[in-house]
């Protein structure tokens, strides 16, 4: 007994230290660049630039591959952060502002299809097949993915109402004295 519980022990510790220095001998370098672009994202993973999720949009923002205007969650403040970051100049002549969004369904022109299901990246969408689907206000990133796949045009998204939890206070201006 005590001979298989030695030999299982020196063969952890020696199969440990193996994959110990694999990892060390063996490590892929990666651009530092595209970790700080990453940082500078939502980070929702809605997929609306056109990739997959932020880490992918960040490494074709390293490479040059991709407009610093890609992402429209981030809005105007990311866009020129991402410029700034890049040293390049952001055209945002074409930039629509506008505050965060949720998607809602209407029960009425709902069929159950489960296409926004599918397409929800966060699991916002409650539903199944053939019966009315719902939208959890709170998990929805409003990405608007769901809004295009919906064939009846049952699913609308609208603003999301100014509350007091929400509400927030506009930083004041740099130079600007308060009297």
């Given at each position: 007994?005590?001979?298989?519980?030695?030999?299982?022990?020196?063969?952890?510790v020696a199969?440990?230290?193996?994959?110990?220095?694999?990892?060390?001998?063996?490590?892929?370098?990666?651009?530092?660049?595209e970790e700080e672009l990453k940082a500078m994202l939502p980070g929702s993973q809605c997929g609306q630039c056109?990739?997959?999720?932020?880490?992918?949009?960040?490494?074709?923002?390293?490479r040059g591959e991709a407009p610093v205007t890609l992402c429209p969650p981030g809005g105007r403040a990311t866009a020129e952060a991402l410029a700034k970051k890049l040293g390049v100049t952001a055209d945002l002549s074409e930039h629509e502002e506008k505050g965060p969004e949720y998607a809602v369904?209407?029960?009425?022109?709902?069929?159950?299809?489960?296409r926004c299901i599918k397409e929800c990246s966060v699991d916002a969408i409650m539903?199944?097949?053939k019966l009315m689907?719902?939208?959890?206000?709170?998990?929805?990133h409003g990405c608007a993915k769901c809004v295009k796949v919906c064939p009846t045009d049952a699913i609308e998204m609208?603003?999301?109402?100014?509350?007091?939890s929400n509400w927030h206070w506009a930083k004041p201006e740099a130079g600007h004295t308060v009297h």
């Amino acid at each position: 007994m005590l001979l298989a519980v030695g030999s299982l022990t020196v063969m952890g510790v020696a199969l440990g230290g193996l994959l110990g220095a694999a990892a060390r001998f063996l490590a892929v370098e990666e651009n530092p660049l595209e970790e700080e672009l990453k940082a500078m994202l939502p980070g929702s993973q809605c997929g609306q630039c056109g990739y997959v999720g932020c880490g992918q949009a960040a490494a074709a923002l390293a490479r040059g591959e991709a407009p610093v205007t890609l992402c429209p969650p981030g809005g105007r403040a990311t866009a020129e952060a991402l410029a700034k970051k890049l040293g390049v100049t952001a055209d945002l002549s074409e930039h629509e502002e506008k505050g965060p969004e949720y998607a809602v369904i209407v029960e009425d022109l709902c069929i159950g299809c489960t296409r926004c299901i599918k397409e929800c990246s966060v699991d916002a969408i409650m539903g199944a097949n053939k019966l009315m689907h719902s939208v959890i206000v709170d998990v929805c990133h409003g990405c608007a993915k769901c809004v295009k796949v919906c064939p009846t045009d049952a699913i609308e998204m609208r603003p999301i109402p100014v509350t007091l939890s929400n509400w927030h206070w506009a930083k004041p201006e740099a130079g600007h004295t308060v009297h």
